[in-house]
């Protein structure tokens, strides 16, 4: 975890007395909404169909066991009982009321979670692997790098006002949990052939009306470096960038229009002036970050203990075991995930009971450590491999235990219709029927490993450009249809989905992803070769042939 310091704490109280103030303008009505929108959206809320979304930052997706029971409390005392967690390691809050919100955030504040830039055309949460610091194969813990941008670009005068949002994504593995390749920067801490480490950075992503999948610009971009060229990434996005057409504002689009080659030599001409500035990090401002995180007094333990073979012939508790259950870089410990996607459920919503639980099992069993998954999971990562016999069956009573990670079931949506202003079509129940669906947990195993990802608008917050199967609803004359693509992945080998054929109505939706799902089964080449694997290599063809026999 990492300890924040005073000026943290001042900025925060500081930023909910202002905003307490433009609540009490605007309710008065000193304030149009017009005039007011602006003030909010700078602390993470949006007006939705129904009622106002608050947006809360988890930088690098890391919480404290106080932040979730002050998560839950919010959600009970301000809200309808629960909360969202999106691909982003932020949460939302859907049905707050406008007199409450200073309220909220306040509470918020007094354990050091807030809005602040988690809307707007500023830099938002800066976002991780929710395994860093654990993972077996990290080069290091990728969220002191993450906490040196979150600082950087915290209130940035020069970077607050950017052409349109902007969002950056860092790893330390050659595994990327992260989806670093669908952000405007991403960036991979690796070593080079001198075993010095730095980063490579990439440029471009997003998704949207206009998915791209970010491009290198510099493969190896030293330690010291990494903020300086970072500045001169939206030095150039922020002189460039269009601001007269919302559509085409993003970095990607002026990549795309520039050509890579271009962008890149307008960035390397910009930090060839600020490099070794202000901004150049010695080694004692990086140790510095990284004292202030502070690691678990791990014990020393033996892999493989006990009360896992007496566990073993539990066949409910081996199964969430070879599901759920991940290598830890400390012998004797365990990353654990929490599903957020039971049967019938919406995709990353936790109630506050759920929240609660999950702190007094993190206080218990994950030294007071939780981490937000991309995939709208939640992780404790610090388990001793001897406790996961009775964190299994605590996780399992509180609807936590479902053994679907990674697999069909595990679904990223986001909130569509029943709640965005901004959708077409409903995303949560299709979410919720495909569950249904493929709940057998032994056809789910059969089929392996495949992610579906559904947006209920082209704005993509479900990702469905880079699901294995996508899922796009679409307005056809006041009806909801749903496009879907094939043979997209998020991870190292990001690739954007190939679109099926036309869109289908929205009663049809399940029934065409059994019919893929059917046709993966029937032509793969043998049981370990995945969905997306199959797709690459016979193309859409016989899937969409599959589909539309019949329709």
Not at 461 to 483: A, P, R, T
Request: charged share 25%; hydrophobic share 40%.
């Amino acid at each position: 975890m990492y300890a924040h310091d005073e000026l943290d704490r001042v900025l925060v109280n500081e930023r909910v007395t202002e905003f307490r103030d433009q609540v009490r303008r605007r309710l008065s009505g000193e304030l149009t909404e017009d005039e007011f929108k602006s003030l909010r959206l700078m602390n993470g809320i949006y007006l939705q169909l129904h009622a106002y979304m608050l947006r809360i930052a988890i930088p690098y997706g890391t919480l404290s066991s106080a932040q979730m029971r002050k998560l839950a409390y919010v959600a009970r005392r301000f809200d309808r009982g629960y909360g969202h967690f999106t691909t982003r390691q932020n949460i939302q809050f859907h049905w707050h009321k406008l007199a409450d919100l200073p309220d909220s955030l306040a509470a918020l504040a007094e354990v050091g979670l807030h809005g602040i830039q988690t809307s707007g055309n500023c830099v938002r949460n800066i976002t991780t692997d929710q395994l860093a610091g654990v993972a077996p194969d990290e080069i290091e813990d990728p969220r002191i790098w993450a906490e040196l941008f979150r600082q950087y670009t915290t209130l940035h005068p020069e970077f607050s006002f950017l052409p349109r949002k902007f969002k950056i994504a860092v790893i330390a593995t050659p595994q990327d949990r992260a989806a670093i390749k669908i952000h405007d920067i991403g960036v991979a801490l690796h070593r080079n052939a001198a075993g010095e480490t730095g980063f490579e950075v990439m440029v471009g992503g997003g998704l949207g009306r206009s998915p791209f999948i970010a491009k290198v610009i510099n493969p190896f971009v030293p330690r010291r470096d990494i903020l300086s060229y970072i500045e001169a990434v939206l030095r150039v996005y922020n002189q460039y960038g269009r601001r007269d057409n919302l559509f085409k504002a993003r970095i990607k689009i002026l990549v795309h229009e520039l050509g890579v080659a271009k962008f890149t030599e307008e960035v390397e001409a910009e930090f060839r002036q600020i490099r070794g500035g202000a901004l150049a990090l010695d080694d004692e401002v990086v140790a510095d970050i990284a004292a202030r995180f502070s690691y678990p007094a791990y014990e020393k333990l033996a892999d493989a203990p006990p009360e896992l073979a007496r566990a073993a012939n539990d066949e409910r508790f081996s199964a969430w075991r070879r599901n759920s259950v991940a290598r830890h870089k400390v012998p004797g410990y365990a990353v654990v995930t929490l599903s957020l996607k039971p049967t019938g459920g919406t995709p990353g919503d936790a109630t506050a009971a759920q929240m609660e639980t999950i702190a007094g099992l993190a206080d218990r069993y994950s030294f007071g450590e939780i981490r937000v998954a991309h995939e709208q999971n939640l992780v404790l990562p610090h388990v001793a491999q001897r406790d996961l016999p009775v964190l299994w069956r605590a996780l399992d009573a509180a609807g936590l235990a479902t053994p679907n990670v990674g697999l069909i079931s595990d679904i990223i949506s986001c909130p569509g219709l029943d709640y965005c202003s901004l959708s077409n079509a409903r995303s949560i129940p299709i979410a919720q029927e495909l569950t249904r669906r493929f709940a057998d947990p032994q056809l789910a195993t059969l089929i392996g490993r495949l992610h579906i990802n559904i947006s209920g608008c082209i704005n993509a917050c479900g990702h469905h450009h880079i699901g294995h199967i996508g899922i796009l609803g679409v307005d056809k004359n006041g009806e909801e249809f749903y496009q879907i693509t094939l043979g997209g992945r998020a991870d190292e080998g990001a690739v954007l989905g190939h679109l099926l054929g036309p869109a289908v109505p929205f009663d049809q939706v399940a029934d065409v992803i059994e019919d893929i799902v059917e046709t993966y089964l029937d032509l793969r080449q043998a049981p370990d070769e995945l969905f997306v694997q199959t797709v690459e290599r016979l193309g859409v063809t016989p899937f969409k042939e599959r589909v539309y026999a019949t329709r």
